[in-house]
């Protein structure tokens, strides 16, 4: 592994890491009874929709930089340490953040950075 993969599997694994706690942020308002009243009329729903397709989209753009720049043993392990961090991260942030739409734009903005960190380091 050289130190350019290493570089480039920070931004992987944030951009998993990112992508996991915006997932687990939005499920806690479903079904949605159960969410927030900044979340329930049709502006909050098209906030929903609109930073999923973003989330969507940068996972599937980094990911396919991810895939043709870096091995695959660095790509399994970034993408683990991503993943099984999140739940043990958003414990610590606190509950009106998670459940109002501050965790939604933030994980969002998070994961588009990291996309766009992806691409520069492959560039």
Do not use: K, Q
Not at 37 to 49: C, D, P, S
Not at 82 to 108: C, E, M, Q, S, Y
Not at 113 to 120: D, G, P, T, V
Request: aromatic share 8%; charged share 5%.
């Amino acid at each position: 592994m050289t130190a350019l993969h290493a570089l480039m599997a920070l931004p992987f694994a944030a951009l998993l890491l990112a992508a996991a706690l915006y997932v687990l942020s939005l499920s806690g308002h479903f079904p949605a009874e159960h969410r927030g009243a900044a979340l329930r009329g049709v502006a909050g729903i098209v906030l929903m929709a609109f930073t999923a397709l973003v989330v969507a989209a940068a996972v599937i753009g980094g990911v396919i930089i991810a895939w043709s720049s870096l091995p695959f043993a660095v790509l399994v392990i970034a993408a683990g340490a991503g993943t099984l961090a999140a739940p043990l991260i958003l414990t610590n942030f606190p509950d009106a953040f998670v459940n109002g739409r501050g965790a939604l734009i933030a994980f969002a903005v998070m994961a588009v950075a990291c996309s766009a960190l992806l691409f520069y380091g492959a560039a």
